[in-house]
């Protein structure tokens, strides 16, 4: 059984004792706290699917904080202009939280 469930604006693909990282989720979600996210897109029971207008009635995900913040690998990003001696570099590492899927309610 899997669902698709939408968590902060992105769409994730969720099974029972999988790890999902998602967009850092706050202070608010400690670590070993208990998190439900109700926007189940997709519910797929052993090849029954339904699919939600816009989301399934009744569904949730409820999820256990492994790691509350967790950094992602640095991106650099540089810009430069030929011949105007202009050049920029600066680097950015995204935030995120680390979850694990403890039980889908369908």
């Given at each position: 059984?899997?669902?698709?469930?939408?968590?902060?604006?992105?769409?994730?693909?969720?099974?029972?004792?999988?790890?999902?990282?998602?967009?850092y989720l706050g202070d608010e979600a400690k670590e070993g706290s208990a998190v439900e996210f109700d926007r189940?897109?997709?519910?797929?029971?052993?090849?029954a699917v339904k699919i939600g207008a816009p989301v399934v009635e009744g569904a949730k995900v409820v999820c256990e904080v492994k790691e509350q913040l967790v950094k992602g690998d640095k991106v650099i990003v540089f810009k430069?202009?030929?011949?105007?001696d202009y050049r920029r570099k600066n680097g950015h590492?995204?935030?995120?939280?680390?979850?694990?899927?403890?039980?889908?309610?369908?």
């Open positions: 059984m899997y669902v698709i469930v939408e968590i902060q604006g992105q769409q994730f693909k969720a099974e029972k004792d999988k790890f999902l990282y998602v967009h189940v897109l997709l519910v797929d029971a052993d090849g430069k202009k030929r011949r105007k590492r995204q935030c995120f939280t680390k979850i694990v899927i403890k039980d889908i309610v369908a």
